[in-house]
């Protein structure tokens, strides 16, 4: 039985598929790259563009590392938050120095959240 894509995967392979055009690589030669065997890279790039399958998250890592993209661009929420981390990404280091600071006022996460309880005691 053949399992339809979700949403959500449709809109990763729409991203891996923007990612790979934009580096310039065919399907086969993203495959090959992050270690693939040749006669199956291009049908397993081709099944994680149309959502068919889904990559673990090493085979993501080896991707994005291939395509220069952090791995965070295929999972942000929306189009314009995956954009934003592809641009970062590319950004020189004035721009992104520029960013820190335009963004200095937003409060941020703590550095260390502390954990609610510990793992060796039990919940109350």
């Known amino acids: 039985m053949k399992r339809e894509p979700s949403e959500l995967d449709q809109q990763w392979g729409a991203r891996l598929r923007r990612a790979r055009l934009a580096a310039a690589l065919s399907q086969r030669k993203l495959g090959v790259g992050i270690g693939l065997d040749e006669s199956a890279a291009n049908a397993r790039i081709n099944r994680y563009e149309t959502g068919i399958h889904r990559p673990d998250l090493l085979t993501v890592r080896n991707i994005a590392r291939e395509l220069g993209v952090p791995v965070a661009y295929f999972y942000a929420e929306s189009d314009e938050l995956a954009d934003l981390i592809y641009r970062h990404e590319r950004a020189s280091a004035s ?14 996460l703590p550095a260390e959240a502390p954990l609610k309880h510990s793992p060796n005691k039990p919940r109350e």
């Open 95 to 108: 721009v992104r120095k520029s960013i820190k600071k335009l963004l200095e006022d937003v409060p941020g």
